[in-house]
T-cell receptor
């Protein structure tokens, strides 16, 4: 019940295309869903996050879509650029007393020039 | 504003030895989290410290331990090292009131030979 399942494991997209990464969870107590971007040799950097009372959040080229009933959320990267090539992790957290993230297994994105 | 810093960058130990990893949080952040990022396994929550106390720990054996100092910096100790402890160890910090926004350091790469 604590798992967050992320897919696909890897993704290759042409420059200018849309990259879509999906995550699914079971525990309805999760109340915060961030996405992290990690470049080789670096720690993960917070990209965008959403709470379950919102169905969509957009920041620049990055959009999170959230489907509470299906217990799924996804990251859309519009107009993907070679500089977006990185590993993306979704995560979920329960605030009440635990304050820890449960991470997905990551998606390695490669955007071709 | 300086980010989360970790030292050392790389650490090589032999099986059975002890490793000590260090983390300095962002100024003003009182919570420190430790995660293990092993190859192919994503990020696994290890420990959470706040105000000098261990608040939560993940599913790791007791030989993984740590502490948080009065200046909120933290140490992760791994005793009786095993080969499978080889991983990137990431530290993150947050303000207590915004625990969901965790900012990660660059990590310490631990190699156990």
């Amino acid at each position: 019940q604590q798992q967050v399942k992320q897919s696909p494991q890897s993704l290759i997209v042409q420059k200018g295309g849309i990259s879509i990464i999906n995550c699914a969870y079971e525990n309805t107590a999760f109340d915060y869903f961030p996405w992290y971007q990690q470049f080789p040799g670096k720690g993960p950097a917070l990209l965008i996050a959403i709470r379950p009372d919102v169905s969509e959040k957009k920041e620049g080229r990055f959009t999170i879509s959230f489907n509470k009933s299906a217990k799924q959320f996804s990251l859309h990267i519009m107009d993907s650029q070679p500089g977006d090539s990185a590993t993306y992790f979704c995560a979920a957290s329960i605030g009440s007393g635990t304050y820890k993230y449960i991470f997905g297994t990551g998606t390695r994105l490669k955007v071709l020039a | 504003e300086a980010g989360v810093t970790q030292s050392p960058t790389h650490l090589i130990k032999t099986r059975g030895q002890q490793a000590t990893l260090r983390c300095s949080p962002i100024s003003g952040h009182t919570s420190v989290y430790w995660y293990q990022q092993a190859l192919g396994l994503g990020l696994q929550f290890l420990l959470w410290y706040d105000e000098g106390e261990e608040r939560n720990r993940g599913n790791f054996p007791p030989r993984f331990s740590g502490r948080q100092f009065p200046n909120y910096s933290s140490e992760l100790n791994v005793n009786a090292l095993e080969l499978e402890d080889s991983a990137l160890y990431l530290c993150a910090s947050s303000k207590w009131e915004s625990y969901n926004e965790q900012f990660f350091g660059p990590g310490t790469r631990l190699t156990v030979l």
